[in-house]
């Protein structure tokens, strides 16, 4: 499957932004799709996990109450969508992907094998 980020830009603190993560070559049936995000001079980090088959969510505590993973599967598209957005959410966001409904209490960018080119989000203070 091949995955095509979307949707960064810059914005002020405060506003919200969608994210769009796009299949093509195959749906994202049976899929889970991530967002993981890095920042400069800093490691990937997880951001937001969807279980597509389920429709189960996990959230970073980082983003908790601010930030939802959705799923539209007409599009076979993830979306992620943030509201609140502070500058410490600068960074670059990739949307992975890897086959099986999967769970992994502390997630790592390497338990995914598929990958997007990322999209950056910059906010301004």
């Known amino acids: 499957v091949q995955l095509q980020a979307s949707g960064g830009g810059l914005v002020q603190a405060g506003d919200s932004l969608r994210l769009s993560c796009a299949a093509s070559g195959r749906t994202f049936n049976a899929y889970t799709v991530v967002w993981f995000r890095q920042a400069p001079g800093k490691e990937r980090e997880f951001v937001a996990a969807i279980r597509w088959n389920v429709a189960t969510t996990d959230l970073a505590d980082s983003v908790k109450g601010r930030f939802s993973i959705s799923r539209d599967t007409a599009k076979n598209t993830v979306y992620l969508q943030m509201n609140g957005l502070k500058p410490e959410d600068t960074a670059v966001y990739y949307c992975?992907?890897?086959?099986?409904?999967?769970?992994?209490?502390?997630?790592?960018?390497?338990?995914?094998?598929?990958w997007g080119q990322g999209t950056l989000v910059t906010v301004s203070s």
């Open positions: 992975g992907a890897r086959i099986g409904q999967y769970y992994n209490s502390k997630p790592r960018s390497s338990d995914y094998s598929y």
